[in-house]
């Protein structure tokens, strides 16, 4: 297995170094994960200061990215990685491109949530986007342990539920639509709504991203732009020669 | 005789009657030597292959039959068997123990994760598997930060004293609060203790909405009340028999006034549980300035000083710095009498900053002082009714202590006074820098 790859290396502190930098990444990750919940927790219960908060914490991402990033360059010009290492440090950049893509849609609903505060709330309480953001912070939650555990397959069902959100999207869009003909004067708070819902949806994005990767980072494929049957079948497929080629040797 | 003495006595008998057949033999056909040298050569033979049996049942031992080819070999044989029989009994009785260990850890109402030094999960319980969502067999060897990914979880353990547990919470699988604490152990190893504290966090929270909401909705009530009783006090036609119950009754809407006003900012302070950066407060000012209240008080110690002994500040929020320290004071103030003296100090040392309020006073019980700082506690319900306190005020100044990172010691003395003593961790001091504005001032 692949996971085995990261353990043993002739280098201890090669290894050590590849294992430290995971865990930033991963970090990171809990760190975006929590800024997520914050924002959306700021949003729902009205909560001003939690969303400023939010929007000020969002520099502390950007750090962790950039020495993350510099961590990185420093791997590979010293230990010139290769194979199963140097796929891990090329979906580590990637990764943490997108974490940072997702805190700052994490700030920008913190700062909506701030403003949104000083508005009339509507009857439902945003119980929409309360939804949406559960099932976005769940993907976001469980691409990161797929990452950690390098699991394809919760990786994959990450990817399949972006369709979930992507239609919860298209709902919430239609349902801001009818609030803001029947009523012109939530025009505002809608349009506000809309840039959240927008911003869930770009996190939904980037978490099928970070799942992506992971799958590039086991296997060596890149799925990217292929639809997820296809990628499914193949990886089946991959696994039962795999399968068939260790069954004589054993 | 022992067996295993009769054995060898045999063996050895078997070697001579073979030395002297042969002898005998060859002394017959004429030659001795070539007759021991055969006699020897056979004895070998078989030797060895006495030898090749034993070894063959040594590879392929079948406890449950043992051979028995008599003499030394039996003897091995029967050593090797006892031997055996005696460490599967101890195995048996490790795996018992150990079956039993699993199963009262598994049991147990708490996640249980064992850590290796490099903090790799070695092993788990059930309840810790569905705390914090762990996979049975894939996830051991796994950093536990890698999993549990929470930054205050991060923080926690880079901390250095890790007795406090830390709360976070999680949303999947559903939302809970999760206690953690790491006790280390053995060769560098952690034990990971996890519990779920959501029910008593939830009921923290409802008690603290309630009292925050009591106090609020109470407060508007009383200031009506408050203000009528003013303008009563101050109407010359009150008639004299009710202007002592009137000034009476306007002491204690004030008082009830300071008590809700004190669980308002009680409240406030839960609130925001974790400590503030802040900025740094001089404190030599803070003092003078706590001085001038105490002066102002209608009866007051006579002889109050104020020793301020560095220049440093302390980092931290202004409001709330001075209502606790002006808590200390008043309370000094309050239980010594005017001929007893009181001092303030503040001083600087490598363990951070003190602020320290001596009195003489009465002093305190010993046994009251572990439960001081709790609310509403009374040391003497008479007299601290009389001195009109809220009760909250120690509890306010623990709570602002613990924002600040900060511990209050309490010494005291029955009958000679009482010292309470604010440590500020060195985190906390900033060495003084005079502005340049003050200077040319």
Same mark, same amino acid.
């Given at each position: 297995?692949?996971?085995?790859?990261?353990?043993?290396?002739?280098?201890?502190?090669?290894?050590?170094?590849?294992?430290?930098?995971?865990?930033?990444?991963?970090?990171?990750?809990?760190?975006?994960?929590?800024q997520?919940?914050?924002?959306?927790t700021?949003?729902?219960?009205?909560?001003?200061?939690?969303?400023? #908060?939010?929007?000020l914490?969002?520099?502390?991402?950007n750090?962790?990215?950039i020495?993350?990033?510099?961590?990185?360059?420093?791997?590979?010009?010293?230990?010139a990685?290769?194979?199963?290492?140097?796929?891990?440090?090329?979906?580590?950049?990637?990764?943490?491109?997108?974490?940072?893509?997702?805190?700052d849609?994490?700030?920008?609903?913190?700062?909506?949530?701030?403003?949104?505060?000083?508005?009339?709330?509507?009857a439902?309480?945003?119980?929409?986007i309360?939804?949406?953001?559960?099932?976005?912070?769940?993907?976001?939650?469980?691409?990161?342990d797929?990452?950690?555990?390098?699991?394809?397959?919760?990786a994959?069902?990450?990817?399949?539920?972006?369709?979930?959100?992507?239609?919860?999207?298209?709902?919430?869009?239609?349902?801001?639509?009818?609030?803001?003909?029947?009523d012109?004067?939530?025009?505002?708070r809608?349009?506000?709504?809309?840039?959240?819902?927008?911003?869930?949806?770009?996190?939904?994005?980037?978490?099928?991203?970070?799942?992506?990767?992971v799958i590039?980072?086991?296997?060596?494929?890149?799925?990217?732009?292929?639809?997820?049957?296809?990628?499914?079948?193949?990886?089946?497929?991959?696994?039962?020669?795999?399968?068939?080629?260790?069954?004589?040797?054993? | 005789?022992?067996?295993?003495t009769q054995?060898?006595?045999?063996?050895?008998?078997?070697?001579?009657?073979?030395?002297?057949?042969?002898?005998?033999v060859?002394?017959?056909?004429?030659?001795?030597?070539?007759?021991? #040298?055969?006699?020897?050569?056979?004895?070998l033979?078989?030797?060895?292959?006495?030898?090749?049996?034993?070894?063959?049942?040594?590879?392929?031992?079948?406890?449950?039959?043992?051979?028995?080819?008599?003499?030394?070999?039996?003897?091995?044989i029967?050593?090797?068997?006892?031997?055996?029989?005696?460490?599967r009994?101890h195995?048996?009785?490790f795996?018992?123990?150990?079956?039993?260990?699993?199963?009262?850890?598994?049991?147990?109402?708490?996640?249980?994760?064992?850590?290796?030094?490099?903090?790799?999960?070695?092993?788990?319980?059930r309840?810790?598997?569905?705390?914090?969502?762990?996979?049975?067999?894939?996830?051991?060897?796994?950093?536990?930060?890698?999993?549990?990914?929470?930054?205050?979880?991060?923080?926690?353990?880079?901390?250095?004293?890790?007795?406090?547990?830390?709360?976070?919470?999680q949303?999947?699988?559903?939302d809970?609060?999760?206690?953690?604490?790491?006790?280390?152990?053995?060769?560098?190893?952690?034990l990971?203790?996890?519990?779920?504290?959501?029910?008593?966090?939830?009921?923290?929270?409802?008690?603290?909405?309630?009292?925050?909401?009591?106090?609020?909705?109470?407060?508007?009530?009383?200031?009506?009340?408050s203000?009528?009783?003013?303008?009563?006090?101050?109407?010359?036609?009150?008639?004299?028999?009710?202007?002592?119950?009137?000034?009476e009754?306007?002491?204690?809407?004030?008082?009830?006034?300071?008590?809700?006003?004190?669980?308002?900012?009680?409240?406030?302070?839960?609130?925001?549980?974790?400590?503030?950066?802040?900025?740094p407060?001089d404190?030599?000012?803070?003092?003078?300035?706590?001085?001038?209240?105490?002066?102002?008080?209608?009866?007051?110690?006579?002889?109050?000083?104020?020793?301020?002994?560095?220049?440093?500040?302390?980092?931290?929020?202004?409001?709330?710095?001075?209502?606790?320290f002006?808590?200390l004071?008043?309370?000094?103030?309050?239980?010594?009498?005017?001929?007893g003296?009181?001092?303030?100090?503040?001083?600087?040392?490598?363990?951070?900053?003190?602020?320290?309020?001596?009195?003489?006073?009465?002093?305190?019980?010993?046994?009251?002082?572990?439960?001081?700082?709790?609310?509403?506690?009374?040391?003497?319900?008479?007299?601290?009714?009389?001195?009109?306190?809220s009760?909250?005020?120690?509890?306010?100044?623990?709570?602002v202590?613990?924002?600040?990172?900060?511990?209050?010691?309490?010494?005291?003395?029955?009958?000679?006074?009482?010292?309470?003593?604010?440590?500020?961790?060195?985190?906390?001091?900033?060495?003084?820098?005079?502005?340049?504005?003050?200077?040319?001032?």
């Amino acid at each position: 297995m692949e996971t085995a790859d990261l353990s043993h290396h002739i280098s201890r502190r090669f290894n050590e170094d590849l294992e430290r930098v995971r865990s930033k990444v991963l970090g990171m990750g809990g760190f975006v994960e929590q800024q997520l919940r914050k924002a959306i927790t700021a949003l729902v219960e009205g909560d001003s200061s939690l969303g400023e #908060a939010v929007a000020l914490d969002d520099h502390q991402v950007n750090n962790m990215e950039i020495a993350i990033d510099e961590e990185c360059s420093r791997i590979l010009a010293t230990r010139a990685p290769a194979a199963g290492d140097l796929r891990l440090i090329v979906a580590i950049i990637k990764t943490i491109t997108d974490l940072e893509r997702i805190g700052d849609e994490g700030e920008k609903i913190g700062y909506i949530a701030s403003r949104l505060a000083t508005m009339e709330r509507p009857a439902d309480k945003y119980r929409e986007i309360k939804h949406l953001g559960r099932v976005v912070s769940e993907m976001v939650h469980d691409a990161l342990d797929a990452f950690a555990r390098l699991d394809v397959d919760s990786a994959l069902r990450v990817a399949r539920q972006d369709r979930v959100v992507d239609e919860e999207y298209e709902a919430i869009q239609r349902q801001s639509i009818t609030f803001m003909m029947e009523d012109p004067r939530t025009i505002r708070r809608a349009l506000d709504v809309m840039w959240v819902v927008r911003a869930l949806e770009r996190i939904g994005d980037h978490a099928k991203n970070i799942s992506e990767y992971v799958i590039y980072m086991v296997h060596g494929k890149d799925i990217r732009h292929t639809s997820l049957d296809d990628v499914e079948r193949e990886l089946r497929e991959g696994q039962r020669a795999a399968g068939a080629a260790a069954a004589p040797s054993a | 005789m022992q067996p295993a003495t009769q054995a060898w006595g045999f063996a050895a008998v078997r070697l001579l009657g073979t030395v002297v057949i042969g002898c005998g033999v060859g002394w017959l056909f004429g030659n001795p030597w070539v007759g021991l #040298a055969g006699a020897l050569a056979l004895h070998l033979v078989w030797v060895l292959m006495y030898l090749f049996r034993l070894e063959w049942w040594l590879r392929h031992r079948s406890y449950a039959d043992p051979p028995d080819p008599g003499g030394v070999g039996g003897e091995i044989i029967a050593q090797v068997v006892r031997l055996h029989r005696r460490k599967r009994f101890h195995k048996q009785r490790f795996v018992q123990l150990m079956r039993q260990l699993q199963r009262s850890t598994a049991a147990l109402p708490n996640g249980v994760v064992i850590l290796n030094a490099q903090r790799e999960i070695v092993w788990f319980n059930r309840m810790a598997a569905r705390l914090l969502n762990l996979r049975r067999t894939g996830d051991l060897g796994m950093r536990i930060e890698n999993l549990l990914r929470e930054p205050e979880f991060a923080r926690y353990l880079a901390r250095k004293d890790l007795s406090n547990p830390v709360v976070i919470r999680q949303t999947t699988p559903a939302d809970s609060y999760l206690s953690l604490q790491v006790v280390p152990y053995g060769d560098g190893q952690l034990l990971l203790l996890v519990s779920d504290v959501s029910r008593q966090m939830r009921l923290e929270a409802v008690r603290r909405d309630f009292v925050a909401n009591a106090s609020h909705e109470l407060r508007s009530p009383l200031t009506v009340i408050s203000g009528y009783l003013e303008t009563l006090s101050h109407d010359p036609a009150l008639d004299s028999d009710l202007q002592g119950p009137v000034a009476e009754m306007r002491r204690q809407a004030e008082r009830m006034t300071g008590i809700i006003r004190d669980l308002l900012e009680l409240s406030r302070l839960e609130e925001t549980g974790e400590a503030l950066g802040g900025e740094p407060i001089d404190v030599a000012a803070l003092l003078a300035l706590l001085r001038k209240d105490t002066v102002a008080r209608p009866v007051h110690p006579r002889d109050i000083r104020v020793r301020v002994e560095s220049d440093a500040q302390l980092i931290g929020d202004e409001p709330e710095i001075h209502s606790a320290f002006s808590n200390l004071v008043d309370n000094a103030a309050k239980y010594t009498p005017a001929e007893g003296s009181l001092e303030m100090r503040w001083w600087v040392d490598d363990d951070g900053g003190h602020f320290a309020v001596s009195d003489t006073g009465m002093g305190i019980p010993a046994e009251h002082i572990p439960r001081l700082t709790e609310r509403f506690y009374r040391v003497d319900a008479g007299r601290s009714r009389s001195t009109g306190g809220s009760g909250l005020g120690l509890a306010i100044v623990r709570h602002v202590l613990q924002r600040h990172g900060a511990t209050l010691e309490v010494q005291s003395t029955l009958g000679s006074g009482s010292t309470f003593t604010c440590h500020f961790p060195p985190g906390r001091i900033r060495a003084f820098r005079r502005p340049v504005t003050t200077v040319s001032a």
